[in-house]
């Protein structure tokens, strides 16, 4: 697939086509350590021009791959050599936010964090926040279904896209999803689209939905003591009395001081780290909930006083910044992203620190504690034959403990085999319908989520007349 030959793509697409090396190169890579040589960028100008171009790489065969913020860590937006790359960073507008409905329409292009500043004046937030928020964009986080610490008490992005706008791979525009609160007829065509990698259709329109912005949020950082029981922990505060719970996350001691060493503490020094937050209507309500939080904990083993800010989301970005330090300290290394049911989070730890010593690896641990999420980092070179071990140990682990292979990231290139495990045969032969429907030929970025097979063909190659544009 792909190949030069008389492209013709400058003169299929209104948008702007770029091929100078420098860009090829940024557009070549995300934030995992997989690279690629695209032939070209193209920044379409409407949705009439993606059909467009997809009627043209439908004609070449060649691979077209939508793209963000490219922060994916898996290979999610990495192209395939001499594939075409679809940049949406520039629709990046908020077109509209009605407060009433606690709905805003938005380009996929936009930034969640520019999102979420144009949402404050109404008193209004969208809740997914990865930790990639001031990088990653709304059409990027429904490829891969991402979400953040709050996920905890707001659930994924999954939760909180009402419609889309997508050109689907066969050239034809469909509208998924309505304006309304809720919705049932029949099977959820909306959510198919959402975790899908680009592999389906390209999203030119989003209607997310919004919630009330707590007037406060407070954030605390809890020392825990060398054994406490992260599965105890994490099943009291599930089972918590306490109201306003929005995040129970966990940074292990190794990265705590990696944290720590960069001048950005969130904690004292040499343990790890409970990182919580509390939402309330007023400061009062908040350090009462706060109090009732250290009651549950106490009764975990868990008695240091935690410290405290007033502004959740600064704890978030200092949490966020574990990923850039441990890359300034360990450069490429294995980023994994698994979650076990929670009653199994110890036997998980146990297992990931015995990958560590059979393998000589250092390991580096935090995640999203409430929901049994978490990111094992080992230095280790992800491309090399101890990397690969390390992998698969840890997916493996994931999977035997009935866990996931991804709680947020996504499969992308890096692990579609144990997507497939995860999945299993029939289901996966499920996908690829869907993916020979939607995608006829094949062309949407061809390599992610899925292992390439050659899809069987669809009842109908050609583009049909579209009902919108
Ligand atoms: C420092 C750091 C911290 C991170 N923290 C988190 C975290 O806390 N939680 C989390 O879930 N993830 C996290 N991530 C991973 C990553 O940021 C997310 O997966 C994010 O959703 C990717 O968004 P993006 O805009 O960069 O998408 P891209 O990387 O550009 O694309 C992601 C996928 O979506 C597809 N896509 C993009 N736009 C469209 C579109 N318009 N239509 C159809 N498909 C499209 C792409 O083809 C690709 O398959 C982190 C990454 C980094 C580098």
Same mark, same amino acid.
């Given at each position: ?85 679809? *940049?949406?960073?520039? #629709? *990046? ?11 805003? =329409? ?9 999102? =979420?500043?144009?949402?404050? =004046? ?37 939760? #909180? ?149 007033? *502004?959740? *989301? ?52 935090? %995640? ?78 061809? %390599? ?9 063909? %669809? ?11």
């Amino acid at each position: 697939m792909g190949g030069a030959g008389p492209w013709g793509l400058e003169s299929a697409v209104r948008g702007r086509v770029v091929r100078d090396p420098e860009t090829l190169e940024r557009v070549g890579r995300d934030a995992s350590h997989l690279r690629s040589r695209p032939a070209a960028v193209v920044y379409p100008s409407d949705p009439t021009d993606v059909r467009r171009l997809i009627r043209w790489a439908r004609g070449r065969r060649v691979p077209l791959v939508p793209r963000g913020g490219g922060t994916s860590l898996d290979g999610e937006s990495v192209p395939p050599d001499g594939g075409v790359v679809v *940049d949406l960073s520039e #629709w *990046d507008a908020v077109e509209a936010i009605a407060p009433d409905e606690r709905t805003a =329409q938005v380009e996929p292009g936009v930034i969640n964090l520019a999102l =979420q500043r144009r949402l404050a =004046q109404f008193g209004l937030f969208y809740p997914p926040n990865p930790g990639s928020w001031a990088r990653s964009t709304i059409g990027g986080n429904i490829g891969t279904n991402a979400s953040g610490p709050r996920s905890f008490r707001y659930g994924p992005t999954r939760a #909180w896209i009402r419609s889309l706008d997508v050109v689907l791979g066969n050239g034809r525009a469909v509208r998924l999803g309505r304006a309304t609160a809720k919705r049932s007829v029949g099977p959820d065509l909306l959510n198919l689209l959402v975790g899908s990698e680009g592999t389906l259709g390209i999203v030119t329109d989003v209607t997310v939905r919004l919630a009330r912005r707590p007037p406060v949020r407070l954030g605390l950082v809890v020392p825990l003591p060398p054994r406490a029981s992260l599965a105890t922990l994490a099943a009291r505060l599930a089972r918590s009395p306490v109201d306003g719970l929005a995040a129970v996350e966990y940074v292990d001691r190794s990265t705590a001081e990696a944290l720590s060493s960069e001048g950005t503490p969130i904690g004292p020094p040499g343990s790890a780290w409970l990182l919580l937050e509390v939402e309330a209507d007023e400061a009062r309500e908040a350090e009462g909930r706060a109090e009732r939080l250290a009651v549950v904990l106490a009764r975990c083993g868990v008695t240091a006083r935690a410290e405290r800010f007033p *502004d959740a *989301d600064e704890l978030w970005s200092r949490r966020g910044a574990s990923g850039d330090a441990l890359d300034r300290r360990l450069g490429f290394r294995i980023r994994e992203d698994v979650a076990v049911p929670i009653g199994r989070i110890d036997a998980l730890v146990a297992r990931l620190r015995r990958i560590a010593r059979a393998e000589s690896v250092p390991l580096y641990l935090f %995640g999203h504690l409430g929901e049994g999420s978490l990111h094992p980092n080992f230095a280790v070179r992800p491309d090399g034959p101890t990397g690969g071990r390390v992998r698969s140990a840890t997916l493996g682990a994931a999977l035997a403990l009935g866990g996931t292979v991804s709680a947020e990231h996504g499969i992308g290139r890096l692990k579609r085999s144990f997507a497939a495990r995860e999945l299993g045969r029939d289901a996966v032969d499920w996908l690829w319908a869907v993916k020979s429907w939607c995608d006829p030929d094949g062309i949407l970025n061809p %390599g992610a989520l899925l292992e390439p097979r050659r899809p069987p063909r %669809g009842s109908s190659r050609s583009p049909s007349a579209s009902r919108r544009s």
